[in-house]
């Protein structure tokens, strides 16, 4: 049996091969499971442009100092088991390499699921080690809820796509709505047309007083605008249609240094800049010498921490559940979907769709959900 995964370049993106290998067999407490489907979307890219700074790069090692192995979010089967409480046959949805296969070591096995205690993962942060059960998962059990004309496969399909992103999004939202949109009323996003844009500006949308502007390319307005959740929407040669004096906070998913730095010199009253992403992968650079506030990086484990210290695991997971119900069922809406699932599988398509969302190119209305 052998085992395939893409490995892409550290230090340049665009250059990728596919590596195969024995599959290692089990030792005792270890599980090995099929990799059914995954996403890939502008956040693996992110992963891809900030995987040396945040460690991305270290949940998958190849072995090879010069490549690396791309995380992504999605669900597997676990197909031979070594360890007493992992059964074969179940199904998890977590933190998965661009490949095959993966063998992983439960720890702390739980109804609800299970963490990789891998020695080269201790040290990384909990929230990418937890595999969830699919049979008590209650966010598939929301996805369900939303989605109750559709399939698994479009259901994971769903999750898949959205889930990672749109804790994130929700995180955004609650950390703004948290430190009072800093005396703000003016929330900038841009990368509009990405799927965390969107579902942060979907729960911004429901904050009183808030308006939520959109940035984007000239070829995503339209996109932006049906979207129904930015209050205006601009392309980013636009920034002067609003007033310098705006009080606003800038959101930053595209990671653009000139973007940045002409926002922060534009906006003589911008009261906070956070970044997220970086979509933009071949615009990224630093936040050095800005006017205005520091930019900072805004990092969604950390807010996670400080609210399940302030309300507890069980109060947050039901308020992001909820949540994610309702933009689930308003991304899916039969009549006005914001999102349509491609599905691909094989080396090729794998290949070449990372090439396109690495590009920046493609419908944005449009999902990736892979299978190698």
Same mark, same amino acid.
């Not at 499971?33 to 890219?45: G, H, M, Q």
């Not at 808030?210 to 636009?238: D, I, K």
């Given at each position: ?31 090995? !499971? ?53 059964? #074969?046959?179940?199904? #998890? ?68 796509? !959205?889930? %990672? ?81 705006? %009080? ?21 009253? !911008? ?19 800005? %006017? ?41 809406? %039969? ?38």
């Amino acid at each position: 049996m052998n085992h395939t995964q893409l490995w892409v370049r550290k230090d340049q993106l665009a250059v990728t091969q596919w590596h195969h290998s024995p599959a290692q067999a089990l030792a005792p407490g270890q599980v090995r !499971l099929t990799v059914d489907r995954f996403a890939l979307t502008a956040n693996n890219i992110t992963y891809g442009a900030f995987g040396d700074a945040m460690n991305y790069w270290q949940f998958f090692p190849t072995g090879d100092a010069a490549w690396g192995c791309l995380p992504v979010w999605g669900f597997g089967t676990v197909q031979q088991s070594a360890h007493p409480d992992v059964a #074969v046959g179940e199904r #998890v949805y977590g933190y998965f390499p661009m490949a095959d296969q993966v063998v992983l070591s439960p720890a702390r096995v739980k109804a609800a699921g299970w963490s990789d205690a891998a020695e080269h993962r201790a040290q990384l942060h909990p929230v990418y080690n937890q595999y969830l059960r699919c049979d008590t998962d209650p966010f598939g059990a929301a996805t369900a809820a939303a989605m109750p004309q559709a399939s698994a496969a479009p259901q994971e399909g769903v999750q898949a796509l !959205l889930r %990672p992103l749109f804790v994130t999004s929700w995180l955004i939202d609650d950390f703004l709505a948290d430190n009072g949109f800093f005396g703000v009323g003016v929330v900038l996003l841009s990368s509009a047309s990405s799927k965390t844009a969107y579902g942060a500006a979907f729960q911004l949308a429901q904050r009183p007083g808030v308006q939520v502007v959109g940035l984007t390319s000239v070829a995503n307005v339209a996109f932006c605008e049906s979207l129904g959740c930015y209050h205006r929407v601009l392309t980013y040669e636009q920034l002067d249609a609003l007033p310098a004096d705006t %009080p606003c906070v800038y959101v930053d998913f595209a990671g653009n240094a000139a973007l940045r730095r002409a926002i922060h010199t534009r906006f003589t009253a !911008l009261a906070h800049s956070c970044s997220v992403g970086g979509t933009h992968v071949d615009q990224l650079g630093g936040a050095k010498d800005l %006017p205005g506030p520091s930019a900072t990086l805004f990092f969604a484990p950390a807010h996670i921490k400080k609210r399940q210290a302030e309300w507890g695991g069980p109060v947050l997971g039901q308020r992001m559940v909820a949540a994610w119900q309702a933009f689930v069922a308003r991304v899916t809406q %039969p009549d006005d979907e914001w999102l349509k699932i491609q599905a691909g599988s094989g080396p090729e398509v794998v290949a070449s769709t990372y090439a396109q969302v690495l590009a920046g190119r493609g419908d944005p209305r449009v999902g990736h959900v892979l299978t190698v």
